[in-house]
């Protein structure tokens, strides 16, 4: 089947299988900082935006996203232009092995985009839902509340 | 094999204020592969597609213990898309182990690519190579398997009843002197120190208590997936993500009888690895493909497969004995462990024999008995996993030296402390507990443990501890463990470099070292950079492809910073001499000689004391083009028989709830004495990492076995570690020490820190209620368990 969708804010025609999910399809396409953990849903290392909101894109039908925008890592920055918040998880050591880092990026995305000064709590909030076996979460939590800062900064 | 201590060992103390002249190393550089990591660019082993790539899936056993009687793969094989169905008739019989140690390796060669008898649920039955994932899935379902159905051993106790199920009844397996397939004994050790029995008969008490740990799952971000093609020259290449890509060659060709110099193993990034990919556990199987179709081939495993049939760490039942004297004196110790070690014999002996390794020494004792046994069962198969017998150990010791302390009426820190071994003290059991065989002798030069409970202490309120609430259903306690572990495996560990000049100044840096996401490609940078006097950007690493870059064992043993680094610095230190002679030799031509030992090396130029200089850059392109032409390079390789011990003291306090029975850490400490650390982010991260997964280890990871073997928690919804709302609040605390041994005076970092929570916690939890626990996870079942039958005994006393 035919799905039209916007990637990264470029408007694209994809082929898809029916049973094949997101993550395939974006794979499929290049985009591989879309990682697989778990495919089920639990892990984190699949998240994408989906109108602006954080789907695990491993249980989200590529079929699904028809008609809708979904925003991938690779669409939050390049190497000349680095998104504050790719800036702060490195500042803050957040990056071990790397593998979790493209969804926790992802979700700090959203949050930020709704919630400008996050709580330390906040952030745990939103990092629940990414697994990540090397950091122990501590670095990575900060990172998201030094992000809110440089995102800020970034914004005046 | 004994090596004499060396008479002028000093502790190091005194070259401490060296720390303060480096200019790389000891700094928080931006990690040389933070930013594409983050920007989702970091290239991982599944992140490349080859054009008609075959995709495996796996039939695995259903059965904990079973013989194949028949397997009939013809309908799978005309199934869609299927190009071969691989299983026990159509591969090679070659006995092996997945464990990914040093030549030869420790562990029992038990184990064939396909078993003809499986021996848990999840082991190797066959695997399908199709077109796509999917029709490869669909194929699996079109095996027929016949199963004779043999009684299994699901309890490591059962494994030695006399008459149990032999589970390893084929003749080829065989291991060290001590191994016995036919009673189930995959590992055993027998050491005594001293005379055991004659200091137990002195101590005023003698105390002895049972302790049990878990199965643990590494959980690793990424799973294990391997990548196999032949290239323009029909040589295998294998793209996998490991933790030893040169044992990874070395087991391939020896399995796959396919020359081991037509074959290059890459490890690109890998999603984290623990020990878990410190297993020769896939690649065997699409590489096999990959030959015998000349095709790309993947295998990637599912996270159920991961849990059901990778590996795990050991569980073990461990009893602990010691003899003290009225005053806290520590005079015997005794060890003894049952380790189940699952259907195959995985690293059985030497995770056993870390777990009385890393414990034992850290007090001192007149003398020490140790003695295990590791069975065979019918379960999953356990293996390497970061701390390596450590954080099994450390549960049974640190808990134990609460409980005596306790029957002595000492404070438990007081207790420790007159007891821990200290600088310039031998370690009374090195000696006897080798990787296999005799080890070297080891004495304690850098040590800060005092130092690391002290600070430890004052930051987590240790005072307060006599005044904490233990009153209503809300209980608070605070708890306290020493640790030890080691840097290295001493006389085995080998890592080596290759450093290389480029016209520019920069350097090109290949190291065998395996960066797994610990942070080597950085420290070792940062150890190349302080010695050749360049800022970090001007060294370019490249780490661990058997083709391009010289050997090192692997990303394990934390050895990579202490072992590795120190052969970085042989051969920059190499390079630094080449250019100093270069630039005395283009000084010279010029008419104006100096003596190259009178320069030195500064941002980046050779320098006279004049103040005179030639930059690298010059130095390089004179040596490639003008005079004395040549390429400036060097190598070094490392080697040493010394281990010296990074030591930690961890503290935590709860919250358990004894209507529910979950507890809650609220804050965590964990003060490590790591030698110089190389770059203090990492450390903390390395500390806070491997500190929340045992945090998993101490409150809610477990396997759960059905009673036929089964694993029924084979997902993250049912197999629970820690996430960003379960980590307490956290502070890492670098204690400084200078350890003469290492590279600008490092020692490891990586495991130590999963060895402390297990104890921390369940001290903490006795304080809070005055249960002591001796077996992991403290799930709220359990506390709440406990908690009940203690409600209930106090009240039958005050009635009666
Ligand atoms: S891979 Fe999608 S949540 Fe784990
Ligand atoms: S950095 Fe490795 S899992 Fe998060």
Known sequence: ??????????????????????????????????KRGCEDGACGACAVLLDGREVPSCIVLAAQADGHEITTIEGLGDPRHVHPIQAAFVAATAVQCGFCTPGMVVATKELLDHNPTPSAADARRRLAGHYCRCTGQIKPIQAVLDAAERVKGAQT | MSTPIPPNWDTGADSLDRIDSYQVVGRNE??????????????????????????LKMLWSPHAHARIRSIDTS?????????????????????????????????????????????????????????????????????????EVLEPVLDPH??????????????????????????????????????????????????????????????????????????????????????????????????????LHRIRVVKPRVGGGFGGKQEILLEDLPALVTLRSGRPARLCLTRAEELASSRTRHPQILSWKTGVMRDGTLVAQELRVLANTGAYGAHALTVQTCTAGKTLPLYKARAYRFDMKTVYTN????????????????????????????????????????????????????????????????????????????????????DRRDRLRSTGPIRRGIGMSCLMHGSGIPGVDMGSAHVKLNEDGSFNLHVGATDIGTGSDTILSQIAAETLAVPLEKVVIYSSDTDHTPFDTGAYASSTTFVSGAAVKKACEGVARQLR?????????????????????????????????????????????????????????????????????????????????????????????????????????????GVCTSLGYALSEDFIFNDAGRLLNDTYEDYKIPTALDVPEFETILVRSYEPAGPYGAKSVSEIPTDGPGPTIANAVAHALGIRFRSLPLTPEKVRKAWLKKEEARQRETEA
């Open chain 2, 379 to 462: 379960l999953p198969v356990a293996g390497a996993f970061r701390g390596y017998g450590g954080p099994q150990g450390f549960v049974a010791m640190e808990c134990h030296m609460d409980e005596v302390a306790e029957k002595l009426g000492l404070d438990p820190l007081e207790f420790r402390r007159r007891n821990l071994i200290g600088p310039g003290h031998d370690n009374a059991l090195a000696q006897a507990l080798g990787e296999g065989k005799e080890g070297p002798p080891q004495r304690i030069r850098s040590c800060a443990i005092q130092e690391c409970i002290d600070r430890g202490k004052a930051a987590i309120g240790w």
């Open chain 2, 75 to 147: 309908a799978a094989e005309a199934m869609p898309g299927v190009v071969m169905v691989l299983h026990h008739g159509n591969v090679s019989r070659i006995p092996y182990t997945t464990a990914g140690q040093g030549h030869p390796e420790p562990s029992p060669y038990d184990q064939f690519i396909f078993p003809r008898k499986v021996r848990f649920v999840g082991d190797r039955v066959a695997c399908v190579a199709a077109e796509s994932a999917v029709q490869a899935a669909r194929a699996l379902a079109k095996i027929r398997v016949e199963y």
């Open chain 1, 1 to 34: 089947m035919k799905i039209h969708l916007l990637v990264n804010g470029e408007p694209r025609e994809w082929e898809c299988e029916v049973h094949e999910f997101l993550t395939e399809a974006l794979r499929r396409h290049g985009l591989v900082g879309t």
């Open chain 2, 30 to 55: 931006t990690r040389v592969d933070a930013l594409k990591l983050a920007q989702g660019r970091g290239s991982f082993t599944d992140d490349i597609d080859l054009p008609g790539m075959l995709h």
């Open chain 2, 581 to 689: 002679e270069a630039a005395a030799e283009m000084w010279r031509v010029e008419g104006d000689p100096c003596t190259p030992e009178d320069l030195h090396l500064e941002r980046g130029a050779v320098r006279r004391p004049d103040g005179r200089s030639l930059s690298y850059g010059e130095i390089c392109l004179s040596t490639f083009y003008t005079h004395d032409q040549h390429q400036i390079m060097d190598h070094g390789s490392h080697m040493t028989f010394e281990c010296p011990p990074p030591f930690a003291a961890h503290f935590a306090e709860v919250e358990v709830d004894t209507e529910t029975g979950a507890i809650r850490v609220l804050r965590y400490v964990a003060a490590v004495d790591c030698g110089v650390p190389i770059h203090p982010q990492s450390c903390e991260g390395q500390t806070e990492g």
């Open chain 2, 158 to 259: 059962d494994a030695l009843r006399p008459g149990a199920p032999v589970i390893h009844d084929e003749p080829e397996a065989f291991g060290l002197p001590d191994y016995d397939k036919a009673h189930n004994i995959a590992a055993a050790m027998h050491v005594e120190h001293g005379d055991v029995d004659a200091a137990f008969a002195e101590a005023d008490l003698v105390l002895e208590r049972e302790y049990s740990v878990p199965y643990q799952h590494h959980a690793t971000a990424e799973p294990h997936i391997a990548i196999t093609w032949l290239d323009e020259d029909q040589r295998l290449v294998v793209r996998v993500a490991t933790q030893v890509p040169f044992h990874s060659r070395r087991i391939l060709a020896r399995i796959l009888d396919f020359p």
